[in-house]
């Protein structure tokens, strides 16, 4: 029996599920505690489970991550909380230069099963407050990195993250944690998903639209606009950047012969490259266009709403590009 | 945190307008924040608003002792001294408003007010992240022989980055003229200094960078500005660098977002008794350096400057779309 | 007149004529001065110019670089050493939230022009201090990325970057230093290059090879090898990765028709993946075979001679890579 | 650094093996840092190679003060800290040559030394990151009660990074107990202390941070490891960390690449006065715990063990380049 729930909720429900069932798995971050989590996931944790395990820290993010690997290689299940990804770029020595490292530096000795929270997004939060780095982190060997759309997969990300043996960034989206969908009921059991795979969320015939995180919906929502005019998208949301699953990507384009990504990042050298670059390796001869990507202006982001709204793709800019890759028609190869 | 200011009037030597002036500014920049308030309410401003109700006298206290080549430059709650150091407040809020008459044209928003022209470097929002900015701009003035001493301004949570530690530790062997001032709130967001800094006194940690400090009411708008005036002459005097801790608190949420779960009214009633506006003017008044009739008549002045800003910052225009990819880089294409 | 010299004395010279020229270019990094630089870039400097423009710092990467920001705010030209690009991950949240973002943030009021120079690498020195993350910097807007392979860039960028307004994360490669190449007599007067634009440094009509820093001269050996069997292979030199010149590769696939790019950093999200994505919108029609991507093994960094050796891209993998796109023959799009 | 540890010999009711099991630890670590230096220069060793030598007295007082449950988490100067715990030298010099026979199986190579059988949680060549980490297996150990102490090697470079601030705050605010040992070596690589460092005095680092410190003499291995007695007890009795300055001086260059041109040849010949192994035969020779031909034997056996070690390194294979992929994560593929 699934019910509708709240992405926050579903992440309260991941959190609160594998701190019963283990103990040593804590809660440690900026405001997570006394104040209830900068988005609120946290609320109530703090009187629930204590001081112990609910731990608030200092404005210290290179400290904090630091010493949540610490806690992990010692045999804990730290999830910490990073505020933003903006701030992640504080600890990211920790999180490349150690986390992504032990394991294979110690020769398989020593693990870091530290799962790290932090919310992309924006909202008229200025040039600093407004970037999302998945990119970065999918570049690195060593992380796991997902970028859970649905409510399903942030409970059943979170609770297999926390019960890996690898460093996850886990990567949320200010602009999710109301959004509602389907999730298993508890009582079903642990909603345990494998921290891999892309999905393909809608099928269609003549064009792949791929994308993640809040993405994803873009992709939706230009799907059924290009229904209306008798376009037939297929779309896929990645879920997981770090391993990448460009076979399901490739299974789609052989169907549909064109591709579209999308992503809130910068589009130079974001994760919609990668899938360019790989797909056109894999799937050349079945490509009937270009593969189009649908990314942010290269531009920081400003704080005015009017500005703001150019920055980031839209809806209708993931349409254009549809059916841009749609409309041309092929010259014979130079 | 009971002023005694007062006593301070003969000895500062400060003439009426110049305290007037002080009252001035605080209750302006209350204005102000109320204002932001009610317009974020309505929708009107959007993002992160953090105001400066309550704190107002360390502000107004140390930018009344910078001289104009002095540098400013704080973290992101910077209204109070943008306004202090004499953005207009129509600039001000067009900036809230996201509008091109913004202080800087809507690019930055409430966080990241600034304006070069008056030494004020501007509002950042990583935190700690400005320590080291501070300690570049105090190298340049100490490089180019300028006599300026920069302001850094930023919270109690802000001194448990490491950003703090290797600023901090670079400005003393350096002997950088940079007052870093430490507005202790007890609180960085909703979490009280106690449970994240292991010394709760923030001059404690200036010993280990050797750097001189002192601790000062923030509530007092003469001891803040006397505390400063002294920093600033430590700084001028090539003696490296100097810690100000101001003792304050924040009257209103650390956001428009915040619960405020973490504090009691109570205690929140108990700080406001130590409302740096009411105290000052009680001070002013029973030293008889002004009249009741004054500081309405003051009070009314900044009410219609705040409505007039606000009435502004409705009818300016947005920033022009085509300028959206101005300011990327200074220089533009290739550099040659 | 030109002259052979080093890359590492390429280097030196720019240093030296700009802080001749500018009073305000100064020093400042770890070791650069008593110890004369980890990669003996600024030998001599210290004693030479005093202790006022060549600065030893602390270890505090995110301290200095931030206190270089400031400094160039403030009307300075300070050109700061990171011993490695490893460690620049510890200043990170500088160099991409506050460097790349203040003249945007502040309407063009304030600028940043510090030049951040650092050096990637590797050579048996393990997991932390052999990696390049060139690919994320040039993610970046408002930053200027550049990587210079030859002598002459390398002093031709550096004293244009020291003038100019912008923030430039200025990657050398510690295996380039005893490098030498022609570069024009300081006699003729400044050699002052625009930090843009990729240059074909061999022309060739089979296969393009793409590359930048220490892969140009895989790419160089790739070449000469292929040409011994009869290939004519154009290589590029991409000395840019921020803005990054798609039209210059875009012009020699018209003319070759297949396209191989070769880097140092682990492949997926590599630069490479941005040049395929962007040549394949660009020259779709000319691409007679996928566009192949040779890059590091995505594996951390082992110590061992032996592992190290199949981490990194050689001329053999890049020959292979090339001969690859040439042997395949077309099937018709499905 | 005149050492006074004769006098002790009593009070640290010592017995003659452990005596001269310190002095043989000692010797085994010279005479393997010397070899390795041999190796490195005939190319059987690449990379960065930081030797210990000079320092011994440090790493093996503190860590015969340890228990066995203790751990130990090291900068990249490592060496004779594995060896001190008990890493075989076989396997340390197998790890320099690269080869599968190393004690991480030739991945890390001379800075990443590690060894979880023994607590040894390895050696890290990011200045000031290990401290993060060492904080974190101290809240593990605090966590689940554990009565372990972690005992944290860095220099006197790596104070100066926002790492120890973070980390040292965070350890104090949550009670942690870790030991943050500094070894004060006077040269962060090429740089003094004095030119990098606010203050000379490391221990008084602590005072920002609440935390108790002492200065010890690093020549004096029994100076040492009494210190590091107090400081464990300190930190098992629940009274949070403890920074422990240890004074020393490094004998060779900070790596195989170094110059030196920072410093003078006479400078270092009058630390070499101070050379720990020397010093501490002579306090065991005039207070007659043992003979001189007792400790030729000595020399002679780790002379011979770390001949060994090398013949050892040198036959052993190479990693086998199958391998190369194992250990990028721990779990394999799909997590379920
Ligand atoms: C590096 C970083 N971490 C976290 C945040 C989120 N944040 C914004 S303000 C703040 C609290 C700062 O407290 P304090 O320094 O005391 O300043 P105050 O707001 O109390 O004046 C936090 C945690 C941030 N902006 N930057
Ligand atoms: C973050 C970082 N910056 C710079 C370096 C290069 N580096 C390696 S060791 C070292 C000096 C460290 O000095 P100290 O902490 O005193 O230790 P010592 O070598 O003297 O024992 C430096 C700068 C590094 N490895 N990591
Ligand atoms: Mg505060
Ligand atoms: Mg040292």
């Not at chain 1, 693990?111 to 939060?125: F, H, M």
């Not at chain 1, 229904?227 to 549909?256: C, F, H, Q, W």
């Amino acid at each position: 029996m699934a019910r509708e729930i709240s992405y926050r909720d579903a992440l309260r429900e991941a959190l609160r599920e594998e701190m019963d069932r283990d103990e040593r798995v804590f809660l440690m971050g900026e405001d997570i505690g006394a104040y209830g989590g900068s988005y609120v996931v946290t609320n109530g944790f703090l009187e629930e489970y204590g001081r112990k395990r609910v731990r608030d820290t200092p404005i210290s993010e290179l400290g904090i991550v630091g010493a949540a690997v610490g806690a992990a290689m010692g045999g804990l299940r730290p999830i910490v909380e990073l505020m933003t990804i903006n701030f992640s770029l504080l600890a990211i020595d920790q999180i490349v230069n150690h986390a992504a490292k032990l394991h294979y530096m110690f020769a398989g000795t020593i693990s870091a099963p530290v799962v790290i929270r932090t919310a992309s997004g924006w909202g008229q939060l200025g040039p600093t407050h407004s970037q999302t780095f998945e990119g970065w982190y999918a570049h690195v060997p060593g992380l796991r990195v997902v970028m859970p759309a649905t409510p399903r997969d942030a409970k059943g990300f979170l609770k297999t993250a926390s019960r890996g043996n690898d460093p996850v960034m886990f990567i949320e989206h200010s602009l999710l944690y109301r959004n509602r969908g389907e999730v298993e009921d508890p009582e079903d059991g642990d909603l345990l998903l494998p921290l891999e795979g892309a999905e393909v969320r809608r099928e269609g015939t003549d064009v792949t639209l791929v994308s993640w995180s809040r993405g994803y919906y873009l992709a939706m929502g230009a799907a059924e606009e290009l229904a209306k005019e008798g376009i037939s998208a297929e779309v896929i949301d990645m879920r997981v950047l770090r391993p990448l699953d460009i076979a399901t990507v490739v299974e789609s384009v052989k169907k549909t012969n064109h591709l579209v990504t999308v992503e809130e990042s910068w589009r130079s050298l974001g994760v919609g490259a990668e899938i360019a670059a790989a797909v056109q390796e894999e799937a050349f001869d079945y490509l009937d266009a270009p593969i189009a990507r649908v990314g942010s202006l290269e531009i920081p982001v400003p704080y005015a709403r009017n500005l703001e709204r150019l920055i980031f793709p839209d809806r209708d800019k993931v349409v254009e590009a549809a059916k841009g890759v749609l409309a041309r028609n092929l010259v014979p190869a130079g | 945190m009971t002023s005694s200011g007062g006593s301070r009037i003969k000895e500062l030597a400060l003439e009426k307008d110049d305290l007037i002036d002080l009252y001035r500014q605080m209750a302006l920049i209350r204005a102000f924040e109320e204002h932001a308030e009610e317009q974020y309410a309505r929708g009107r401003i959007a993002g992160f608003l953090h105001v400066y109700i309550g704190e107002e006298a360390t502000g107004v206290g140390v930018v009344s002792a910078m001289q104009e080549r002095d540098h400013l430059i704080t973290h992101y709650r910077d209204h109070g001294y943008a306004l202090a150091r004499g953005v207009t407040p129509e600039a001000a809020m067009a900036e809230l408003f996201g509008k091109a008459t913004g202080v800087v044209h809507g690019r930055g928003g409430s966080m990241h007010f600034s304006d070069v022209t008056k030494n004020f470097w501007g509002g950042y929002a990583i935190v700690g992240g400005l320590i080291p900015l501070a300690a570049g701009l105090a190298l340049a003035s100490q490089y180019q022989e300028q006599d300026a001493v920069v302001v850094c301004v930023f919270g109690d949570g802000a001194t448990n980055t490491g950003a703090f530690h290797e600023a901090a530790n670079l400005a003393s062997v350096w002997k950088l003229p940079v007052i870093f001032l430490v507005e202790n709130n007890l609180y960085g967001m909703g979490t009280a200094v106690e449970y994240v800094s292991a010394v709760n006194d923030m001059s404690r940690k200036a010993i280990a960078y050797d750097i001189a400090s002192a601790r000062v009411d923030g509530q007092d708008v003469l001891a803040v500005r006397e505390a400063a005036q002294a920093a600033l002459e430590h700084c001028r005097s090539g003696n490296g660098p100097f810690l100000l801790e101001s003792l304050t608190y924040r009257f209103r949420g650390h956001s428009m977002a915040d619960p405020e779960a973490y504090r009691s009214k109570e205690e929140v009633n108990r700080y406001r008794k130590d409302d740096p506006i009411p105290l000052f003017r009680n001070k002013l008044l029973s030293d008889g350096v002004a009249t009741q009739e004054e500081f309405d008549q003051i009070d009314a002045e900044v009410l219609k400057q705040v409505e007039q800003a606000v009435e502004f910052a409705e009818q300016s225009p947005v920033p022009d779309p085509s300028t959206i990819a101005d300011f990327i880089l200074a220089d533009s294409g290739a550099v040659h």
